[in-house]
């Protein structure tokens, strides 16, 4: 099991924080990743004895190390755990009252519950603020499942009327990695849209430029959105806003603001996580490993490239979860709860959320 080394209550288990944040999201499809995080450093604080705010800020400070040591890739989470780690901060620096710890800390758990509540609400503002990005005749870009570009694309196919057929009328091209690696999200934003009546392409990455002549705007979704207005997002989004830049179209990202996080990214090896994107191999197998028997590298490169029934993908299994930057250039504009950003806004809203 894992756990965060913080002694358990009388009688019972050490808190699992991995455990429960995947609880969580398990649970509640429709939770991002950085409120399953906010609520699950909630339920330690709710939990776990603390008697003093030096403990308070241990535990939360200890729990959220080991969440995101043992989350593949936690720069979306992050945002969540470190913007609730200052609220807990600010609000130990001014408490409330003259009542015990206990008390304060009810107080710090019922606040941080409200504003989960808040973050979860986000995505039906940021749709009726994103809506009115689509006009009758457009053809939307967007690819992956990101739940809040889906409910802005269903925001605007449901603008007009009650019956759930609206007046704006028009089409999306969903880029994805392929049909059979489609992931549930994705599946179904595309069968909540064709259900409303708006038509829905699927294409691959390798049909972007094909498509391109015919589209009139792009949205996509984020993991995080980082100091200087770029964003992290899942691998292929990057060349996707070069694109779209390149045609002369607007490419809007669509984000909560509880998405915003203290990182700034120079290029794509700045991210601070690990991917296995590019493998070099030769002959005698991967590059590093020429110490291993020449024989069974060799075979294993062979089946690599083997398109064959049974054979191995030439694609590192890594990869398929992999994320890139996208910079601000490319980006026309962020449309969050707050309203529409330019990226070059972002780092003032940071500040805003933060202080």
């Known amino acids: ?41 909630i339920i330690a604080l709710a939990d776990t004895p603390a008697t003093t705010v030096s403990e308070t800020l241990d535990l939360v400070q ?24 200052q609220y807990l901060i600010s609000s130990l620096q001014r408490p409330t009252g003259n009542g015990s710890f206990d008390e304060i800390r009810t107080h710090l758990v019922q606040n941080g519950r409200l504003f989960v509540e808040r973050a979860k609400a986000a995505r039906e503002t940021i749709a009726g603020f994103g809506k009115h990005f689509i006009r009758d005749g457009s053809t939307v870009l967007t690819n992956g499942g ?7 694309l269903k925001s605007a196919a449901e603008s007009g009327n009650a019956s759930g057929r609206g007046s704006i009328r028009f089409k999306v091209i969903y880029v994805v990695s392929g049909v059979e690696k489609m992931d549930k999200e994705a599946q179904d934003n595309i069968a909540a849209l064709r259900e409303r009546d708006v038509p829905v392409a699927v294409i691959a990455p390798t049909s972007v430029a094909y498509v391109m002549e015919g589209v009139t705007q792009c949205f996509v979704g984020a993991e995080g959105v980082v100091e200087n207005g770029g964003i992290i997002s899942r691998m292929g989004t990057y060349q996707m806003a070069v694109l779209v830049k390149a045609m002369g179209k607007p490419f809007y990202v669509v984000s ?15 991210l601070g996580i690990e991917q296995n994107v590019v493998e070099f191999r030769t002959s005698r197998g991967k590059e590093g490993d020429m110490h291993e028997d020449h024989e069974a590298n060799r075979d294993e490169g062979v089946a690599d490239m083997d398109h064959g029934s049974g054979a191995k993908s030439i694609v590192p299994a890594q990869a398929e979860d992999a994320v890139d930057y996208t910079p601000p250039e490319y980006i026309s504009g962020i449309i969050t709860e707050s309203g529409v950003l330019l990226p070059s806004a972002v780092s003032e809203e940071l500040i805003k959320i933060w202080f």
Do not use: C, W
């Not at 909560?256 to 700045?270: A, C, M, N, T």
């Open 146 to 152: 990101s739940r809040v570009v889906g409910s802005l």
């Open 1 to 41: 099991m894992t756990t965060t080394g913080i002694p358990p209550p009388p009688g019972g288990e050490p808190f699992d924080v991995v455990a429960t944040y995947h609880k969580l999201l398990a649970e509640d499809p429709e939770l991002t990743m950085p409120v399953a995080a906010i609520e699950a450093l």
């Open 62 to 85: 200890n729990v959220t190390a080991q969440l995101k040591r043992n989350i593949p890739n936690p720069i979306s989470l992050s945002a969540g755990t470190d913007l609730f780690q």
């Open 256 to 270: 909560e603001s509880h998405k915003f996080v203290r990182l700034y990214p120079i290029g794509q090896q700045d």
